[in-house]
């Protein structure tokens, strides 16, 4: 007769936590001194479609993202995006044509 025993990973090590989002320079910067990011995380999804518009150079940030992203002050962004300053102009200008706000 055979027996079956359990066999389980408790002696395996947990892996350490991984990052939602790899680090990328001037992105989620500790200490930051301005409300984007909270606004930003308020929408579901929002900071992921942001970090993948900069990580692909593709346009992807829905509605409601964008009008999170807009209503975040000039100088807070300039702050979120010290590495990338041509960035919030450009997501401000895809959203403004995403929403129909061009003139």
Known sequence: MAACAATGLAHVPTPPA????PPIPGLFIPGLRCQGWSSLQN???????????????????G?????AFQAIDQNCLLKMFPFFPSFPPLINSNCAN???LAS
């Open 18 to 21: 991984v990052p939602l989002f």
């Open 98 to 100: 995403a929403l129909g």
């Open 63 to 67: 509605p409601a993202c964008c009008k």
């Open 43 to 61: 929408v579901p999804g929002c900071a992921w479609e942001i970090y993948t518009s900069i990580s692909t150079g593709k346009f992807v940030v």
